[in-house]
């Protein structure tokens, strides 16, 4: 069973910046495709960025393009989500997944494993 740990969210101001980190363990890390996801109070999850197993391919929602970044670590079994330029409408919880493919994926569906969020706010 995979189980993902999220941690680094808090409250920043517009303009400020964060990065997300998500432990991974129960699984082969490098086996893993990952994402990031966030869902707003009364929005629907929508994925943010999502990397694949060796890190090689990146893909961004246009709302985070140039702001956002996601990278791995596989010999920590993390990955990350550097987030600039923040924006109050990044506000959100924000989700870690995993998925043990080659090919990447962008909607919720594509996931087999959660963790549990981590809350970020942005403050105007």
């Known amino acids: 069973q995979v189980q993902l740990v999220e941690s680094g969210g808090g409250l920043v101001q517009a303009g400020g910046s964060l990065r997300l980190s998500c432990a991974a363990s129960g699984c082969t890390f490098s086996s893993c495709a990952m994402g990031w996801f966030r869902q707003a109070p009364g929005k629907e999850r929508e994925s943010v960025a999502v990397?694949?197993?060796?890190?090689?391919?990146?893909y961004y929602a246009d709302s985070v393009k140039g702001r956002f970044t996601i990278s791995r670590d596989n010999a920590k079994n993390t990955v990350y989500l550097q987030m600039n330029s923040l924006k109050p409408e990044d506000t959100a919880v924000y989700y870690c997944a995993a998925r043990r493919a080659v090919m990447l994926a962008t909607t919720t569906a594509g996931y087999e494993y959660w963790g549990q969020g981590t809350q970020v706010t942005v403050s105007s």
């Open positions: 990397i694949s197993r060796s890190g090689g391919t990146t």
